[in-house]
């Protein structure tokens, strides 16, 4: 069984749509996050939830919008996309957060690309 | 800000040992010292972390400097597979109480035959 599954793998739209992208873990854990990889690969933290509670919330555009329906899931929807916001997307999970010492499991990643 | 600094890229031959360094001046008394590494395609693997001793695991070996400027991911013989991006991440609290997240950029690790 996959830990952190993400849907769609991959996933093309156009200018203005808006879109989304399912993320679910079975490990069990108390938070979840967003990531943003773009294609010089740097790795940037978008949202966290624990127990479905906000806990970070960088500096994205309000375009984006996690919502995390229980603990399991974080789902990452975008209204009227941009061409930056093509990337990989990636889900992750952690036992714990508030500067714990707990590891990351990630997703596969979701694959955005935006015409 | 915490940040860390790392090697763009590093080269290795199969079956050597590779040292990864790491700087993370501004680290913080409370932050953790985690890496990761990304193969080509999938999504970021835990490798190691740890605050202030030396740790072991069965992927690799983290020293970190006394004053915890700095640390050094350790792959004691590197095989083919471990050709990745590794990083370098501080974990802690802000001074409000929230979690941070600072990453690296990342250093390619190429493995040679």
């Known amino acids: 069984d996959t830990a952190v599954s993400q849907t769609p793998k991959y996933l093309v739209t156009q200018m203005g749509n808006d879109k989304s992208i399912k993320c679910e873990q079975n490990?069990?854990?108390?938070?979840m996050y967003w990531y943003k990889q773009d294609s010089k690969k740097f790795l940037k933290i978008m949202f966290s939830y624990n127990n479905k509670e906000l806990i970070i919330n960088e500096t994205v555009p309000n375009r984006f919008s996690p919502k995390s329906p229980d603990k399991a899931h974080l789902n990452l929807h975008i209204n009227s996309l941009e061409l930056g916001d093509s990337a990989v997307y990636f889900c992750?999970?952690?036992?714990?957060?508030?500067?714990?010492?707990?590891?990351?499991?990630f997703g596969p990643g979701t694959r955005l690309t935006v015409t | 800000d915490a940040k860390t600094t790392q090697p763009n890229s590093m080269e290795s031959n199969e079956e050597e040992p590779v040292h990864l360094p790491c700087n993370h001046s501004t680290i913080s008394g409370t932050d953790y010292i985690h890496w990761y590494r990304q193969l080509p395609s999938q999504g970021p693997e835990y490798v190691i972390h740890?605050?202030?001793s030396n740790v072991n695991n069965r992927m690799a070996s983290l020293a970190i400097a006394e004053d915890r400027k700095s640390s050094t991911l350790i792959l004691h013989r590197a095989t083919l597979r471990d050709a990745a991006v590794y990083y370098c991440?501080?974990?802690?609290?802000?001074?409000?109480?929230?979690?941070?997240?600072?990453f690296g950029k990342g250093t390619k690790l190429t493995v040679n035959p």
């Open positions: 740890g605050l202030t």
């Open positions: 992750a999970s952690s036992p714990g957060w508030a500067g714990s010492s707990y590891e990351q499991y």
């Open positions: 490990l069990g854990h108390d938070t």
């Open positions: 991440i501080l974990r802690g609290l802000t001074q409000g109480g929230s979690e941070k997240l600072v």
